[in-house]
């Protein structure tokens, strides 16, 4: 759909055999998912689940593509974009994974909101890693989001920010940067100097810390609660530091890559 070329650090399928073959293959991975669910022994609410959250992705999806080319999207909206198509699938494995050992109704919940928590951050936490950070671990290429155009919560975070001559020239950025005519250095620093990146690290702590209230009643199990917040931790922890914390505004990490 984003005709990115490479993903998970290998070249994407479409670009290998073609754009139809890659969309069977994907019609045909989800329809052997919901065959396995369909093994189970809660089999009616796992293929129920699964379905509801394929719905949710299709949507995020579809809305992402269709805001690449409008310049009014808020921030609320494309947070609202992140969590169906990024944050649903957390929400789902551990939905799916709850209902293997448990079927009540509160623990459930717990792990969707665990879920959907820990989603919205590793989501928060990519968009500022494919500029200040390292992307590597997201298998997407640096600044793939800025030469598509993409109203992520950073970009439009800064959008809300700026004054309107800063938020023109943010768009303008943008359009020039995506026919590979723009000057990323200043693309980069507009979204830094707006306060974006700092306010997308505020979300991050706060949905971290909702992933963190949800967690005692979705894992009961001590060993697998810890194993569960140390894996959220580390992975956060893999950003570059945002100014105000560990990082310095005038490094040469902050200013991105060309």
């Known amino acids: 759909m984003d005709n990115d070329r490479v993903r998970r650090l290998r070249p994407t ?5 073609g754009k139809a073959a890659a969309i069977e293959l994907g019609v045909a991975m989800e329809a052997l998912a919901f065959e396995l669910i369909a093994e189970t022994d809660w089999a009616a609410r796992g293929v129920a689940a ?35 198509k990024d944050a649903t699938c957390t929400e789902l494995f551990l939905l799916l994974g709850t209902l293997a050992v448990s079927d009540d109704p509160d ?5 969707g909101e665990l879920g959907v928590g820990a989603g919205m ?53 943008l ?5 590979d005519e723009g000057d990323a250095q200043q693309l980069i620093g507009l979204l830094d100097s707006s306060g974006a990146r700092r306010h997308l690290q505020e979300l991050i702590d706060g949905y971290t810390a909702q992933a963190e209230r949800a967690l005692p009643a979705a ?7 810890q194993a569960i917040h140390d894996y959220v931790h580390a992975s956060l922890d893999r950003r570059t530091s945002a100014p105000g914390r560990d990082g310095d505004e005038g490094s040469d990490q902050s200013r991105g890559r060309g």
């Open 175 to 179: 359009h020039a940067y995506s026919r």
């Open 107 to 111: 623990r459930l919940a717990a792990a």
């Open 219 to 225: 894992v009961p199990d001590r060993i697998s609660r």
């Open 50 to 84: 699964a379905a509801r959250c394929a719905r949710r992705i299709a949507a995020g999806q579809t809305s992402d593509i269709a805001h690449e080319d409008r310049d009014d999207i808020t921030l609320d909206t494309a947070l609202e974009t992140s969590r169906r």
């Open 121 to 173: 951050a590793f989501s928060l936490n990519g968009f500022l890693d494919e500029i200040w950070g390292s992307p590597d671990h997201h298998g997407k290429l640096a600044l793939s989001d800025l030469r598509q155009r993409k109203k992520t919560p950073l970009v439009t975070a800064a959008l809300e920010r700026l004054g309107p001559r800063d938020r023109r020239l943010l768009l303008d950025l």
């Open 13 to 17: 399928c479409w670009t290998v055999y």
